[in-house]
């Protein structure tokens, strides 16, 4: 099925521990976002990347990494995760470009992280 | 921050019409305004956008003032399944990386 898959779907960490959050999607999007969802609240920006090299911070960037090097993949990289970092973490896709004008998002299921 | 204001929460009763509103009214030329849900802790879901006229599809009907201030997502007879956050966003025309979900309407459709 067309869409945006993330894995894993649950997981539980140390704190120090790091691991990556993995997002694909097979929709030939060029834009790829992560976000992260912390209880009762929306949705906030952490990277996101215009196209396949490209990477750019959003609005709560300190203490993941991203990295782009194929269109379908954009994975997210927790490199010493701290409680703070518990969250729901969501992956978008979307086309870029001079087709970004009117359209929309298309997010994945999920990756419900918790850091202990 | 968001440039979106919405209430908090709100009720239907099933079978009715949902008309959530929204106000932005900071909102430029350029801007379009769009709608997503969130059902229980799923992805977001699109649900419908537009510039400047009254757009409608399957799901609902999104009517913006003529000053565009303002915003109205309507779900024409809702359902039980409808329960759900609703956000309005506001996004510019060619910049995907600023699409801000604020808290959002929590939407309570009841039997």
């Known amino acids: 099925n067309a869409g945006v898959t993330q894995t894993p779907k649950f997981q539980v960490l140390k704190t120090g521990q790091s691991m990556t959050l993995q997002c694909a999607q097979d929709?030939?999007?060029?834009?790829m976002s992560w976000y992260r969802q912390d209880p009762g609240m929306g949705l906030r920006l952490i990277h996101y990347?215009?196209?396949?090299?490209?990477?750019d911070q959003g609005e709560v960037p300190n203490g993941y990494n991203v990295s782009r090097s194929t269109t379908e993949d954009f994975p997210l990289r927790l490199l010493s995760a701290a409680p703070s970092q518990t969250s729901v973490y969501f992956c978008?896709?979307?086309?870029?470009?001079?087709?970004?004008?009117?359209?929309?998002?298309?997010f994945g299921s999920g990756t419900r992280l918790t850091v202990v | 921050d968001a440039k979106t204001t919405q209430p908090p929460s709100m009720d239907c009763a099933e079978g009715r019409a949902a008309n959530l509103p929204c106000n932005h009214s900071?909102?430029?030329?350029?801007?379009?305004v769009y709608w997503y849900r969130q059902i229980h802790s799923q992805g977001p879901q699109y649900i419908i956008h537009?510039?400047?006229n009254n757009e409608t599809n399957e799901m609902a009907s999104l009517i913006i003032t003529e000053d565009r201030k303002s915003s109205t997502l309507i779900l024409p007879h809702a359902t039980l399944r409808d329960t759900a956050v609703y956000y309005c966003?506001?996004?510019?025309?060619?910049?995907?990386?600023?699409?801000?979900f604020g808290a959002g309407t929590r939407l309570t459709v009841k039997p």
């Open positions: 978008a896709s979307s086309y870029g470009g001079v087709k970004s004008g009117s359209v929309s998002y298309t």
């Open positions: 929709m030939n999007h060029e834009y």
């Open positions: 990347s215009v196209g396949a090299g490209i990477t």
């Open positions: 900071t909102i430029s030329g350029n801007e379009y």
């Open positions: 537009g510039l400047k």
């Open positions: 966003i506001v996004r510019p025309m060619y910049n995907n990386n600023d699409m801000r």
